[in-house]
């Protein structure tokens, strides 16, 4: 009978041929090394990425906010009849001329964080309720206009989540007639 002694030395090393508990141990723990650290860079990966959506979000919210107020205010005629905080009791009121020639008034105000428009005619006092009209834009968290001369100042706070962006564009009033 053969022992692990007594065999011929390339059969010996077929025998003890193995991984022992320690190797074993050790490879565990770097493989979990490195997976924790994969898993580490990743959830990072995914928490930028909700950040990043919440501000373009909120980067967009004010683009298309300032964009379609800007429109309406650059077409004015016959002045601004009112400015302010833009709630739904002191809503802004322009005037405009319609696509098909007529003219309109435009009254925006904001409800809650959406940005509201309604237009309505000349004879118009003011939306019915805070849900009348279009919604523009939601996570308006401020918003102020201002006419200086010809030109109209937008100051515009837009929220997602954590992300806040603050626009301040100027629209020049080509068509105001200032009284």
């Known amino acids: 009978m053969l022992s692990?002694?007594?065999m011929p030395r390339r059969?010996?090393?077929r025998a003890t041929a193995g991984v022992t508990l320690i190797e074993l141990l050790v490879a565990l723990?770097?493989?979990g090394l490195v997976l924790s650290a994969s898993s580490a860079?990743?959830?990072q990966g995914f928490s930028n990425e909700a950040q990043y959506r919440q501000q373009?979000?909120?980067q967009q919210s004010a683009r298309t906010a300032a964009d379609?107020?800007?429109d309406d205010l650059r077409g004015a005629v016959n002045g601004a009849v009112s400015l302010g905080a833009l709630t739904f009791a002191s809503p802004l009121t322009c005037r405009i001329y319609a696509d098909d020639g007529?003219?309109?008034i435009v009254f925006w105000w904001r409800s809650g964080?959406?940005?509201r428009r309604l237009v309505a005619a000349t004879t118009a006092t003011g939306p019915a309720s805070v849900n009348d009209g279009v919604a523009v834009a939601s996570g308006i968290s401020a918003l102020t206009v201002s006419v200086s001369g010809k030109t109209a100042s937008i100051d515009l706070t837009a929220t997602s989540g954590t992300s806040t962006v603050q626009m301040k564009p100027n629209i020049g009033l080509r068509n105001l007639v200032i009284p």
């Open 56 to 58: 373009n979000t909120a």
């Open 11 to 13: 059969t010996r090393r």
């Open 102 to 104: 007529t003219e309109r």
């Open 4 to 6: 692990r002694f007594n």
């Open 41 to 43: 860079l990743l959830l």
């Open 113 to 115: 964080t959406t940005l």
């Open 68 to 70: 379609t107020l800007g």
């Open 29 to 31: 723990g770097i493989s």
